[in-house]
């Protein structure tokens, strides 16, 4: 019985050693993160100030006839 | 950009102006006011306006308002060159098909439309309104209803853009699809305007890059209702009094004035193949872009220099 007690003892001191060894050597050749560099992120694009609720309610915008972004109005003709 | 919205013709309408914040407003305000009035004098669903009054008057002189005088000459104008295709005095065939409320009215209501007992179509031609300019009078045929809807549409539209025009520095406007465009969005040198697929309203079926001047499309699936088990629709063919039976679900003509574009997109709906030619070579100024039944764009009259952006 003591015998199993001690195999069980160095098997789970050896799974533990080996497991963190595994892990070390992983984390050795991972790739690293690049370093943080304030000129690489390029600038954010400048919006349009956003209508308030009571504007788009208002005027009740419609896609049917147009569309419009902070790039440009696309007119719509669809019939009459 | 401001862009103002609300409806009236019985159509969505739409101001785009660029320029100084508060003259835009101004601009957006007058030009509103101008389309809401014009509106009132044009409409045939109001049994005050000024062309109730002047159908009322047939077999008289009646003395019209400039505005009305000048829409019934345009109206002359572009009966002779498309040859009689463009023919407003289809009042009576549009009621004898069911359409005598406006499209807000006929929508909202659960009832189809029923023909009137009126006659189809009028026995006098449009060719024989006459017309006094030295004292702004209209005399119709006594048997003669007319209908200004889609002229007076386009001449709205133009007069409402060049009024907005005077507070911006460029601007737009579109009644249902109708539109004038003058100047340029800064930065631009064309306004981007999608051509709607009529089989599917939501999509577009390509993208124009236009410069300044006028787009008007006529499509038989915008106002349409049916009457009884027969599907009707509001572009009528005047030689036949009934709604016209077209290889084209929608055409669009661009063109350098608003009332030729209206008139010109109803009458290539109509004409045959023929008359599709004889029009494009009689009016070589303009470009006319038409959607088949199976969806496809195509020119009936000549190729289209570089419009496309996309399909």
Known sequence: ????????????????????????????????????????????????????LDQVMLSGQSQSIFRANQRSVVLRSGGS | ??????????????????????????????????????????TRFSEHSELSRLNRSAGAWFTASPDLFEVVQETVFYFQQTNGLFDPSILPSLHHAGYIHSMDEIRRSSSMPQPDRHPSVSASSFASVELNATNSSVRLPADMQINLGGIAKGWIVERAARLLSQYASACAVNAGGDMFLIGYPEGRDSWEVGLEDPRNPQVDITLLLLQEGAIATSSVVKRAWKQGDISRHHLIDPRTGEPANTSWLSVTVLAPHAVTAEAFAKAFLIADEDETQRLGEQNPALTVLAVDRGGNLTNPVKPVESLYVSH
């Not at chain 1, 497991?19 to 954010?44: E, I």
């Not at chain 2, 950009?1 to 835009?24: C, K, T």
């Open chain 1, 1 to 52: 019985m003591k015998i199993w007690k001690n195999i069980i003892r160095i098997w789970f001191t050896l799974a533990s050693l080996s497991s963190f060894l595994v892990g070390w050597v992983v984390l050795v050749h991972a790739p690293k993160p690049n370093q943080f560099d304030p000129a690489s992120v390029p600038s954010m694009p400048r919006l349009d100030p956003v209508p308030s």
């Open chain 2, 1 to 42: 950009m401001q862009i103002e919205y609300f409806r009236a013709m019985n159509s969505d309408i739409v101001l785009v102006a660029e320029g100084e914040a508060l003259q835009v407003k101004s601009g957006v305000v007058a030009a509103q006011n101008f389309i809401e009035a014009s509106e009132k004098r044009f």
